[in-house]
């Protein structure tokens, strides 16, 4: 082996003007939301614990570094060997850190050198891959990009992407951004090793990874537990119970079992989390999150182990709710009508729905109990969102972290009849309501939102009228002939100069909810300059959907199932001729009832 240095580096250290290539074999870019949450919650974490309000930016220097392992480099070409999902992560995060800082109008010559630069008259980006180039150049110039659906990594790169949108926390970008950049740019370091060769880069990772020396916490967890255990036969009854559960977990996901036990952990044991303050001391939930196997040896009492069957008992409680947890998983990837709504949660991200869910449920509950307890929570889950929401109030992790946890902590082993009543009361009790949902607009916020809401009314109606529910195919972005969000109104105020007083009550009418339903793409880009008139019929197509076709008259003509619907619900569905500023008030009052049927108190009375 030749010569191999190593020596620490900070990240901008690592990516100013430097360029980085990837080998075709390890160009995938894996990582999931689930680990963009973990590194934007680590770090703003970190940061966070040092920050103090009103901090000039020179005093980041004083702030505490944090250590993000290391990087295995090889060759003249830079090659990542080891290292790039943390690398790409982090050029994302810069990305976005950078719009902010344009945004603001503030300097950030820096950051863009973290990014893309030039070398040999070229300008490329600094992780430097054919493939994502399009997609990275999109993000960059904050214009759309339509994926293809040929690339795994630019899809994930594009969902990442979004994801830190959602998720970084709205208290840094508006109180302390310059000072998490410098924070992170600065003090954020890798351990870097380069080899002169690739094939001793190669050894450097293996003997790095597969030695067999670092435990992961869940074997250091279950080591503990076992220890403890004092019959051999039951120690070994045991740990094969637990490897089996582990490998059903990691058929989801490698780290799953690692992300199910801090679930579990904080879902049924830890009864404190950090408060939202700087220099706030971490508690049960984050130690849970940074350590799970030295919080439970460091609150055994808490945890009532005591004795060789006490552990042999948590073990057991390990296999039950690692079973349903797996149950849950799949219920949230798959559209099952029995937990439809624990699907609608994790299509919008809500990654806090685990500890909820997990939450009432008791060892000795059967499976009519467990299936009620599921289907509540996640009904009130669902009505917590879109309460949100709809008050343009944010779900990302971070925002909402400690309020669910809070709720976790009250609804933990409740029976039906107190959980039902204790969750109809934080609804009534809770400052945001729907009732501003006919003012819900299109705009950077609830972009992402309109798409769900609408295609949860239109399958309200679906399952009203014995159709189908199609939120899949609605909500499906990636399909060949994905559905757009379509204006009814085309984007000509000089047609409507008679009808709105201004082009910016046009423009604020023409995004409100009321003028607004799903289409098949093919239809939508068809429509783009076409009045109602024409529009009307292409709604009531059979390749719309029941939304858009109740604005024409054919839809309200041998239709029994839709008409009986429309008088039994008593919701005020009428077809148009023409549609105006009048017609988008009536639209969107109808969309309203509809809306406070879906999200009704009422169902979450037993």
Partial sequence: MKKIDGSPKSLKQLLLNTKYTIHYYQREYRWGRKQIEELIDDLTSEFLNNYISGDSREKVMDYGAYFMGSVVLAGRENAIIDGQQRLTSLTLLLLFLRTKMKENGQNYSTVDGMIYSEAFGKKSFNINVDEREDVLNAIYNNIDYKYDGKNESVKNIMNRYSDINEIFPAEIIENSLMNFIDWIIEKVFFIEIVATEEQDAH???????????????????????????????????????????????????????????????????????????????????????????????????????????????????????????????????????????????????FTLQMQLLLAPINLNDNDEIINKKLDLVSKYIDMYIYSRVINYRSCDYNTVKNRVFRITNEIRGLNIKELSNILIEYVNTSEQKI????????????????????????????????MPNNYMNYIDIYSKNPFEVEHITCDHFEWFQDVYTSEQEFNSFRNNIGDLVLLPKSINASLNDEKYSYKVNKYCSNEGNILAASLGKITYQNNPRFIKFINDSNLPFEYYESFGKQEIIKRRELYKRIVDKIWSVDNLRI
Avoid: C
């Fill in 203 to 349: 050894k450097v990772f293996v003997s790095m990874n597969d030695r067999g020396l670092s435990l992961t916490p869940t074997e250091m967890l279950k080591g503990y537990l076992l220890s403890e255990i004092s019959n051999d036969e039951s120690r070994e009854k045991y740990n094969d119970l637990w490897k089996e559960q582990i490998v059903l977990l990691k058929e989801i996901d490698k780290s799953e079992d690692e992300t199910f036990i801090k679930h579990w952990l904080r879902a049924k044991y830890a009864e404190t989390i950090r408060e939202t303050k700087a220099n706030a001391i971490p508690m049960d939930f984050d130690n849970i999150g940074s350590g799970f196997h030295k919080w439970v040896r460091e609150n055994k009492n808490k945890m009532s182990l005591h004795f060789s069957t006490d552990f042999e008992k948590l073990i057991e409680e390990f296999i039950f709710y690692s079973k349903l947890y797996i149950k849950i998983k799949h219920y949230e990837t798959n559209l099952n009508e029995n937990y439809k709504y624990i699907y609608y949660n994790a299509q919008l991200g």
């Fill in 435 to 466: 009732d501003n949902f006919i003012y819900w607009e299109v705009n950077g916020f609830t972009k992402k939102y309109i798409r769900h809401i609408l295609a949860r009314i239109t399958s309200y109606i679906e399952e009203s009228t014995d």
